[in-house]
């Protein structure tokens, strides 16, 4: 028995060493996202890509920092076809399940990975802690991908810097 415990272990210690690859990463840079991604994440090193999740994410590694990147996929649904759609059913979804949720930019066109885009901020409190969030949607091939930057409201602006160093780099496969 415990030999099988022993080769779980192991086992499980070798996917999650494998789980990014980060052949082809930007000097500097890591690889987020699971091999089995439509696209490359690649974050700054002072980042920790969380393999944990299911999600391609990762989080600024200082303590008291909760800021974080993580890249959504899903597919189109009622009620949303395209891009602009998603955006507007976003918005009233949050709107519903959280009370002091606030766009504080309109929708404005951008890219992800090199396809067309929208990007908007909003803000709301969770647990009551103040965040804002930056979200880009595009579609690609049929599936819609959803880049969400996430922090504190105070340490929003200090993380720009990153997150625009990490949008340039995503890459569709």
Same mark, same amino acid.
């Given at each position: 028995?415990?030999?099988?415990?022993?080769? *779980?272990?192991?086992?499980?210690? *070798?996917? /999650?060493?494998?789980?990014? /690859?980060? @052949?082809?990463?930007?000097?500097?840079?890591?690889?987020?996202?699971?091999?089995?991604?439509?696209?490359?994440?690649?974050?700054?090193?002072?980042?920790?890509?969380?393999?944990?999740?299911?999600?391609?994410?990762?989080?600024? &590694? @200082?303590?008291?920092?909760?800021?974080?990147?993580?890249?959504?996929?899903?597919?189109?649904?009622?009620?949303? *076809?395209?891009?602009?759609?998603?955006? /507007?059913? &976003? $918005?009233?979804? *949050?709107?519903?399940? =959280?009370?002091?949720?606030?766009?504080?930019?309109?929708?404005?066109?951008?890219?992800?990975?090199?396809?067309? @885009? =929208?990007?908007?901020?909003?803000?709301? &409190?969770?647990?009551?802690?103040?965040?804002?969030?930056?979200?880009?949607?595009?579609?690609?091939?049929?599936?819609?991908?959803?880049?969400?930057? $996430?922090?504190?409201?105070?340490?929003?602006? /200090?993380? =720009?810097?990153?997150?625009? &160093?990490?949008?340039?780099?995503?890459?569709?496969?």
């Amino acid at each position: 028995m415990k030999k099988i415990i022993v080769a *779980l272990m192991c086992a499980l210690m *070798l996917v /999650s060493l494998v789980g990014c /690859s980060n @052949a082809g990463a930007p000097e500097g840079m890591q690889n987020a996202a699971s091999e089995n991604e439509a696209f490359y994440l690649f974050v700054p090193k002072a980042w920790t890509p969380n393999t944990s999740s299911g999600i391609a994410s990762a989080y600024y &590694t @200082a303590n008291v920092d909760k800021s974080n990147v993580s890249v959504t996929c899903t597919l189109p649904g009622e009620g949303f *076809l395209s891009v602009d759609q998603y955006v /507007s059913y &976003t $918005t009233e979804s *949050l709107s519903k399940m =959280l009370g002091d949720f606030a766009v504080v930019s309109d929708p404005a066109e951008a890219t992800l990975g090199g396809a067309a @885009a =929208l990007s908007f901020d909003y803000t709301a &409190t969770v647990n009551g802690v103040s965040y804002k969030y930056r979200q880009i949607v595009c579609a690609y091939k049929d599936i819609f991908y959803v880049f969400t930057y $996430t922090s504190t409201a105070e340490l929003f602006d /200090s993380h =720009l810097e990153d997150v625009n &160093t990490i949008l340039s780099h995503f890459t569709f496969k």
